[in-house]
Nanobody, 113 residues
Framework: QVQLVESGGGLVQAGGSLRLSCAAS????????MGWFRQAPGKQRELVAQ???????IYADSVKGRFTISRDNAKNTVYLQMNSLKPEDTAVYYC???????WGQGTQVTVSS
């Protein structure tokens, strides 16, 4: 069983920055792809960014150049650095552990205009 604990969400003005963190329990973290997804009210959950065990990354077109995903295998933690935030980035952000398909509880990010 893997547990994911997210932190770092909050309220920020447009143009501001936030860094999300997701700490994972278990010993397989370094071998799995980790991702960040988000879900806005009335919309489907969507992939924001993903990082493989080899640190290869992919990003949604809407966040390319603004968001950066990274991981620290020594700390079993994945990060999402979000810069130049826009009101349309407002959503609940979820951490995802691909091996076993585990999800975090979600953290709210609200960007005011």
């Amino acid at each position: 069983q893997v547990q994911l604990v997210e932190s770092g969400g909050g309220l920020v003005q447009a143009g501001g920055s936030l860094r999300l963190s997701c700490a994972a329990s278990g010993s397989i973290f370094s071998r799995t792809t980790m991702g960040w997804f988000r879900q806005a009210p009335g919309k489907q959950r969507e992939l924001v960014a993903q990082i493989t065990s080899f640190a290869n990354t992919i990003y949604a077109d809407s966040v390319k150049g603004r968001f950066t995903i990274s991981r620290d295998n020594a700390k079993n933690t994945v990060y999402l650095q979000m810069n130049s935030l826009k009101p349309e980035d407002t959503a609940v952000y979820y951490c995802h552990h691909q091996m076993g398909n585990y999800w975090g509880q979600g953290t709210q990010v609200t960007v005011s205009s």
